[in-house]
């Protein structure tokens, strides 16, 4: 049964423009919600978080949006760079150390 | 600040035999959890590490243990080697209080042949 779910195995976007990054979970009892970025042969990279009691949160480029009543958060990267060319996971947690990962969506920034 | 260390960066073992990664995380960081992430599975959890007691396990067999250690080290051990076990094994930690923000290090990619 996975509770988080990424339903976009990859994302291409060109450089300068949004990239947007869906997760749906199942679980009502999460009350945190983090994006991870990744490449390959490295640890996952904290990118930003967002509390089960706010629906949005801002760091820089990064944006997450929170939607309980849909079960749906998505990452918003703007303007995407190059650099940003990795695999993305959405993760929660219900109030406990243990994360909950998604399958993870590979974007691909074109120059 | 170092950031979270694991050792050693890669292993090969034969099925069988027993396997004991370790994990130093960033100092003054008291919590320390582990992922397994495969090609099939993604990033699972293991289990979590909080003053040295396991405060978290996840839905994997006996053979995958820890332990943390008073200096806030800790170590996975997996015994009896399967196939299936070949992955990469994540170490995670982070303070107290800072709202599930785990820094990962790079991990130990184990080969079971």
């Known amino acids: 049964d996975q509770q988080v779910k990424q339903n976009s195995p990859s994302l291409s976007v060109q450089e300068g423009r949004i990239s947007i990054l869906n997760c749906d979970y199942t679980?009502?009892?999460?009350?945190?919600f983090l994006w991870y970025k990744k490449y390959p042969a490295e640890g996952p990279t904290f990118l930003i978080s967002?509390?089960?009691?706010?629906d949005k949160n801002e760091d820089g480029r990064f944006t997450v949006f929170l939607n309980k009543s849909a079960k749906h958060l998505s990452l918003h990267i703007v303007p995407s760079q190059p650099g940003d060319s990795a695999v993305y996971f959405c993760?929660?947690?219900?109030?406990?150390?243990?994360?909950?990962f998604g399958q993870g969506t590979t974007l691909q920034v074109k120059p | 600040k170092a950031g979270v260390t694991q050792t050693p960066r890669y292993l090969i073992k034969t099925r069988g035999q027993q396997v004991t990664l370790s994990c130093s995380p960033i100092?003054?960081?008291?919590?320390v959890s582990w992922y397994q992430q495969t090609p099939g599975q993604g990033l699972q959890f293991l289990f979590e590490?909080?003053?040295?007691?396991?405060?978290n396990k996840g839905n994997f067999p006996g053979r995958f243990s820890g332990r943390q250690f008073s200096n806030s080290r800790s170590e996975m051990n997996v015994s009896t080697l399967e196939l299936g076990d070949s992955a990469l094994y994540l170490c995670?930690?982070?303070?107290?209080?800072?709202?599930?923000?785990?820094?990962f290090g790079s991990g130990t990619r184990l080969t079971v042949v």
């Open positions: 995670a930690s982070r303070s107290e209080g800072a709202n599930y923000g785990y820094t």
């Open positions: 590490y909080f003053s040295e007691t396991q405060r």
């Open positions: 100092s003054g960081h008291r919590s």
């Open positions: 993760a929660a947690s219900e109030n406990t150390g243990k994360l909950i």
């Open positions: 679980n009502s009892m999460f009350d945190y």
């Open positions: 967002i509390s089960s009691i706010k």
